[in-house]
């Protein structure tokens, strides 16, 4: 049996969706982003979903962290129903339960690093200090500089912090090195790597990047919105042996 | 400790502080106008009734010939009646040292022992006049000053034919003379015009009054029914040559005030409203835009979970921020104002003292009319975008569709250069966020109009009333209705030219219930010195028959051509008539009934008496006129017609125009306020979009085109727009405002509609230059940076 199996039949699914579909009305033109996607995620694994620009990733992303809703199919969150939950459920959702991490990290640009955590921790039911977050990330010394003040990369470890505060079970990020080089990338996915270890977060990190998938339990292909392939990773690479 | 939330409102607030303060200073312009009138207008209704309190403002008042002082008795009698207090009232010709042309007073009597029961005298300077000496009196203040006489000094005055020294004791002001008009004149003059009092024994015996009275002051009961009071008076006094008891209403100080007032009220109401609501739409759309470039980070907020509750607060509260800071600046400003304004009125009306106050009240009505304008502006804005899924509104809103614009369609692409057709279709790709910029700007530009544009409607009315409409050098008045003889000897004094008599009945108009006391001037046929016109500015004669009425009292009364004016006269045997109106025409100022004077003396079954003349004369002769004049003792007063019009100035300057230039200033800051803003909001919505063409080798100025040409299109397109929203709220302004004593007309003079355009452009320059300054460190590197 691999480690993953193992590691599947002893957690409990956190997201279990269905046929699932999403069309976007653009006005003149609709888009089907996803097609029909059967996906389970478990409790504590390390998922990449990987695919090209347009194959529907951010899209089902955005689908399990609640902040877009399908057109068909269902979703749900170890056991309640995200599909037809309503606006305030969903908020509640994602202020308990859920960490994003996006692209271009969206900090605000008025608030320095610790209070861009800050302004997370105070409104989650059981957060880590601020500072703490910081520090799992590396940045304890850089806490009172605002995001101009900051590389890129330490601008996204900020969002991870941001992210992981409020101890959420699951981690959604969205092209987290997208912005960045491939060194201070490396630093991010660590950073990631620490977290979902230390505290068993699950995570999904959705990437057009395939050399960032050999760091996960599982890895996703997606493509013109379905799951083309799943595989499995017998043997993960830890990210600071990972280059491109 | 204070949350993040918070923080970051406090911190983004401070980020945009040149645009908060530009908003801030929109809304200080709508509030301090607002805050200004109001507590100016109601200051002044408080001093007035606060006057009339202290210093006991009778409640009616009647003149007659003579009467015995017995009378009296009967008098306090009647039912309603709580206090009543004889006097005598002298007319006076005056002779001032240095001043050569004609001055008349009206000298009252005051009691031997000092202080009258009713419209007592608030003393300024000296003391009340002691029956003693015989010739002591006390001056009125506006009189006093104006010929910069104090106690001590000494005046030459005709009484009953004799001329007597008389020595100034005291200088006061009293709530019966707060507006001090000479007979027969609309305007104040007060050098040519005086009001003495002296006390009752010398006076009497100067006047041959001893033991008599002609003319009464009385104080009624709370419960008095001052209609049946005034009949009540008037049927005791009738035989002794009443001219009519009246109240409050028709007293001459007191009704020119209450016009006034009047004026100003709807001056301290259709202003600030105007200005409040055009700052509040303003603010509104100002408040949608910029909450509109804060999308993304209202989804990053969504997406942490915060609620839409929590954001709206978020930036409800920004908003109020900059909305207290605006109230703040406004409230002050407008006491300042106010109060600077206030004083201008106190010496204006010669009050005793001005009992200036901003009531709680004005300065909350002002903030909430904002605070509600701004939020909403929040609200909705917040809303839309807290409404989308968070993940939609992170996405970069999808690139806009353009078309091909109408101009191009039209075959003029190839006049249009790349960035030329960015701006049109940029214009019409957003047609409603385009028009409401034109709107704000029309709306800035307008606030200048009509703050502006009441010296042109003063400039116009001046002209036509003593330009057109009056032709006479001088007007001269005598004190009782004489014969032609009267005007034969005018004729005849040395560089008199030409000569038109007058008669003026003082009458009361009826019409079905509704009722006006004024007067009727009896005009000569084809006469040339006062020239009546229709609306449309045309000539018409006094008829042979019937009269003519001004048009604001025909609407006052309700009566149309054709109709039969019951017209009851004020004076002599006090006939009662009935007239047919025969048509109207348009005043400016005042309302009058016209006939032809054989007509009116018709009317009165009189011969040819008359009450005045209209003349020319030689410019040179004037002070030989004067001084002839002097000799004459029928003569009450005369008026030159130069010397009204610069009165008319004097009066309008310190009101209408003191009041428009200050809502000058504030229009101003409205304007400015607005165009700052939809400037900032658009570098703010298309940084990104002009940065990627600077990175793509487009030059500063190329850029600084593409954005300010869209500025400079909106700004030319709201400036002619404003004209026309301006000339409505005039027109608007102007249909409240209608008084007895003055109507404005409409008029805008080019001149206006250029000041209030460069006001506009010079804002937009201003502000295109602060933009332009920003264009010019655009962060290349970080736009490419972040995401589009």
Redesign the interface.
């Given at each position: 049996m691999s480690a993953l199996s193992a590691l599947q039949s002893d957690q409990k699914v956190v997201f279990h969706a269905r046929d699932l579909r999403k069309v976007y009305d653009?006005?003149?033109v609709q888009v089907h982003a996803l097609r029909g996607i059967d996906l389970d995620l478990f409790a504590g694994e390390l998922v990449v979903m990987l695919g090209a620009s347009g194959s529907g990733k951010?899209?089902l992303l955005?689908i399990l962290?609640g902040?877009?809703?399908a057109t068909a199919g269902h979703v749900e969150y170890l056991g309640k129903d995200l599909t037809t939950a309503d606006?305030?459920s969903l908020?509640?959702?994602?202020?308990?339960h859920?960490g994003?991490v996006?692209?271009?990290y969206?900090l605000?640009p008025?608030?320095t690093a610790l209070?861009?955590v800050?302004?997370?921790t105070?409104?989650?039911n059981n957060p880590m200090r601020p500072q703490e977050a910081l520090a799992l990330v590396g940045l304890a010394d850089r806490m009172d500089h605002f995001p101009s003040q900051l590389s890129?990369g330490q601008q996204q470890r900020v969002a991870i912090a941001?992210a992981i505060a409020k101890r959420p079970q699951v981690l959604l990020c969205d092209e987290p090195t997208g912005?960045l080089d491939s060194a201070t990338g490396i630093v991010v996915l660590e950073a990631l790597d620490r977290v979902n270890r230390e505290l068993g977060t699950t995570t999904a990190v959705i990437t057009h990047n395939a050399d960032i998938a050999q760091m996960a339990h599982r890895v996703i292909h997606l493509s013109d919105g379905h799951i083309s392939e799943v595989h499995v990773n017998d043997q993960r690479k830890r990210p600071e042996e990972l280059s491109w | 400790m204070i949350?993040?939330?918070t923080?970051?409102m406090l911190?983004?607030l401070w980020?945009m502080k040149g645009q908060a303060f530009a908003i801030a200073m929109v809304l200080a312009g709508g509030v301090a106008t607002f805050v200004m009138s109001r507590s100016v207008f109601e200051s002044l209704t408080l001093t007035q009734t606060t006057f009339y309190r202290d210093y006991q403002f009778a409640d009616a008042f009647v003149s007659l010939k003579r009467a015995p002082e017995s009378m009296r008795t009967r008098l306090a009698e009647i039912p309603g009646v709580q206090t009543v207090e004889t006097r005598v009232m002298a007319q006076a010709s005056v002779q001032v040292l240095g001043y050569e042309q004609p001055v008349t007073a009206i000298i009252v009597s005051q009691p031997d022992h000092g202080q009258p029961i009713l419209n007592q005298l608030h003393v300024k300077a000296g003391e009340l006049a002691s029956p003693a000496a015989g010739n002591e009196i006390v001056i009125s203040e506006a009189f006093a000053s104006a010929h910069g006489l104090k106690p001590g000094d000494s005046l030459l005055a005709t009484i009953n034919g004799r001329q007597r020294r008389l020595r100034i004791v005291g200088v006061a002001i009293t709530p019966e003379f707060i507006y001090q008009l000479q007979p027969g004149a609309i305007i104040p003059d007060f050098k040519a015009f005086g009001v003495f009092w002296m006390a009752r024994t010398p006076l009497a015996a100067a006047y041959d009054m001893e033991g008599a009275f002609n003319n009464a002051v009385f104080r009624l009961d709370a419960a008095a029914k001052e209609p049946d009071v005034v009949k009540a008076i008037d049927l005791l006094l009738a035989r002794y040559g009443s001219v009519g008891a009246h109240g409050r209403y028709y007293q001459t100080s007191h009704r020119y005030l209450t016009e006034e007032f009047k004026g100003l009220n709807q001056m301290a109401i259709m202003f600030p409203v105007i200005f409040l609501s055009v700052a509040a739409f303003l603010l509104n759309v100002v408040v949608s835009r910029l909450i509109a470039t804060q999308r993304?980070?209202v989804a990053?907020?969504?997406?942490?979970?915060?609620?839409?509750g929590?954001i709206v607060w978020h930036y409800v509260s920004l908003i109020l921020m900059i909305t207290a800071l605006g109230a703040a600046m406004g409230i002050a400003a407008g006491a300042s104002l106010g109060s600077a304004m206030s004083s201008v009125y106190m010496d204006y009306y010669r009050f005793p003292y001005m009992l200036f106050h901003v009531s709680p009240s004005i300065a909350l009505t002002a903030s909430a009319i904002c605070s509600v304008a701004a939020v909403s502006g929040v609200f909705y804005s917040v809303y839309a975008a807290a409404r989308l899924?968070?993940?939609?509104a992170?996405q970069p809103a999808?690139p806009a569709?353009y078309h091909v614009s109408f101009a191009e369609r039209m075959g003029l692409g190839r006049l249009l250069s790349q960035p030329s057709r960015m701006i049109i279709r940029n214009l019409e790709r957003r047609p409603v966020k385009s028009m409401l910029s034109v709107i704000g700007v029309a709306f800035a530009c307008a606030v200048l109009v009509t703050g502006q544009f009441f010296g042109d409607s003063a400039d116009y009315l001046v002209d036509l009333q003593f330009r057109v409409s009056q032709r006479d050098d001088m007007t001269i008045t005598f004190i009782e209705p004489a014969s032609r003889a009267a005007m034969h000897s005018v004729l005849a004094m040395r560089g008199v030219n030409y000569v038109e008599p007058f008669r003026n009945v003082p009458a009361d108009f009826r019409f079905e219930h509704r009722h006006f006391r004024t007067s009727i001037q009896g005009l000569t046929p084809n006469g040339n010195m006062h020239r009546l016109l229709t609306r449309s500015i045309k000539q018409v004669d006094t008829p042979p028959d019937g009269i003519l009425l001004t048009d604001h009292l025909a609407g006052m009364l309700g009566i149309g051509v054709g109709d039969l004016l019951t017209v009851e006269v004020l004076e002599g045997s006090r006939p009662v008539r009935q007239v047919p109106v025969v048509g109207v025409v348009n005043e400016w100022i005042g309302v009058y009934g016209y006939m032809q004077l054989p007509a009116l003396n018709r009317m009165m079954r009189e011969g040819s008496a008359i009450t005045g003349v209209y003349l020319t004369a030689d410019s040179d002769a004037q002070s030989q006129i004067f001084r002839d004049l002097k000799e004459i003792p029928r003569v009450a007063g005369s008026t030159l017609r130069l010397q009204a019009l610069r009165n008319f100035y004097d009066t309008m300057a310190q009101q209408m125009l003191f009041f428009a230039f200050f809502n000058t200033i504030l229009a101003g800051s409205i304007a400015f306020g607005v165009i700052y803003n939809s400037a900032r909001i658009a570098l703010s919505e298309r940084s990104r979009e002009l940065a990627s063409l600077r990175v793509l080798g487009y030059t500063r100025g190329e850029i600084s085109f593409i954005l300010l040409g869209e500025l400079a299109v909106l700004t030319l397109a709201g400036i002619p727009l404003g004209f026309v929203i301006g000339r409505s709220l005039g027109a608007l302004m102007l249909m409240g405002f209608q008084t007895e004593l003055y109507r404005f007309p409409l008029i805008i003079q080019h001149s206006t509609y250029a000041f209030a355009a460069t006001v506009v452009l010079v804002s937009a320059l201003l502000s295109g230059w602060i933009v332009r300054r920003k264009l010019d460190h655009l962060d290349l590197v970080a736009v490419l940076?972040?995401?589009e």
């Open positions: 653009m006005g003149e951010s899209t955005n962290g902040l877009d809703r606006d305030r908020t509640e959702y994602r202020r308990h859920v994003f996006f692209q271009f969206n605000i008025s608030l209070e861009n800050s302004i997370v105070e409104i989650a890129g941001r912005a | 949350s993040s939330l923080l970051k911190r983004d980020g993304e980070q990053i907020l969504k997406a942490f979970g915060y609620t839409t929590a899924p968070p993940a939609e992170m999808p569709r940076k972040t995401k």
